[in-house]
């Protein structure tokens, strides 16, 4: 069986990120998937206030990773990484500097083999209320929920062309990532989670902006769509930190294609295991 780790959301958090190597060294995984907003926060280190966020990758986790694979050798397991809505995308050269050492696979907006599977990554969410929009798109249309703020607006560590801005659809990017490949034996790495579903569930609960009251579903409609209609085997998800918590479920199925969140509010480290022979057998840890 080939044996996969999930986690997601770790923010640059070290106890997080030391209790994920140890269980990597100890049960030896063939593959680890890195879900997104995995640096310390991008909101404070874009107004200067993360002193160790310049250090984070190239320091802790390139060193971190490189003493893994040493103690593990042929047992190092194939990583693959995204970045996520709190992450600067400035960080992408640094990421693809550590790919290009072999330490792990950056695959947003790219697709690589796990033989026989083919890993998909992609990294943007639809508007938040966030003013970071690194890897913020529009989703199926130029529709901005209230009390969030456009992809147009906000704060940028990377400028992007203005048209990108504004006609830019996570639906388009999906299409053109996935083109028309067989999807029975894929595993997409998304950060952000689909819409209405028990892995978008977000805290809102009886929140209004002028008087509008929110959506407590804050997934991609565009991700959903995408699951329903092409059926990866795995998708896995994060970016809504209570889901879990909220619904009682970090685990989801919809048609053939098993869903999964790594996201967690609490101090512990939320592991998922799951075989990608079985990814119907997955289960969740918090560690």
């Not at 959301?9 to 998937?33: M, Q, T, W």
């Not at 960080?91 to 072999?102: C, K, L, M, N």
């Amino acid at each position: 069986m080939t044996e996969a780790f999930f986690v997601s959301d770790l923010h640059g958090n070290v106890e997080k990120y030391s209790r994920l190597f140890e269980a990597i060294a100890c049960d030896r995984p063939a593959a680890v998937f890195l879900g997104g907003d995995i640096l310390p926060s991008g909101l404070h280190a874009l107004a200067g206030a993360a002193a160790t966020h310049d250090d984070f990758l190239s320091g802790f986790l390139e060193r971190n990773l490189a003493a893994l694979r040493t103690e593990l050798g042929e047992s190092y397991p194939g990583f693959y990484v995204i970045l996520g809505n709190d992450d600067l995308r400035i960080e992408e050269d640094a990421v693809r500097a550590i790919a290009a050492r072999g330490l792990w696979t950056y695959v947003h907006n790219n697709k690589a083999r796990l033989d026989p599977w083919t890993v998909y990554g992609y990294s943007y969410v639809p508007p938040t209320p966030f003013r970071l929009k690194d890897w913020e798109r529009y989703d199926v249309s130029r529709f901005v929920d209230p009390g969030c703020i456009s992809p147009e607006e906000g704060a940028r560590s990377v400028e992007v062309d203005s048209s990108k801005k504004r006609y830019a659809t996570i639906a388009e990017d999906l299409d053109n990532l996935a083109g028309e490949d067989d999807m029975e034996c894929a595993v997409f790495l998304f950060h952000s989670p689909p819409y209405q579903t028990a892995l978008d569930r977000a805290a809102l609960d009886g929140r209004r902006v002028e008087d509008v009251p929110l959506d407590v579903h804050v997934g991609s409609i565009a991700i959903k769509r995408f699951i329903e209609t092409r059926q990866p085997l795995v998708t896995l998800h994060g970016h809504v930190h209570e889901s879990a918590e909220l619904t009682g479920k970090f685990a989801e199925r919809l048609g053939r294609t098993y869903m999964f969140t790594a996201a967690h509010a609490g101090s512990e480290l939320a592991l998922v295991r799951f075989s990608l022979e079985d990814p119907g057998s997955a289960t969740r840890e918090l560690i």
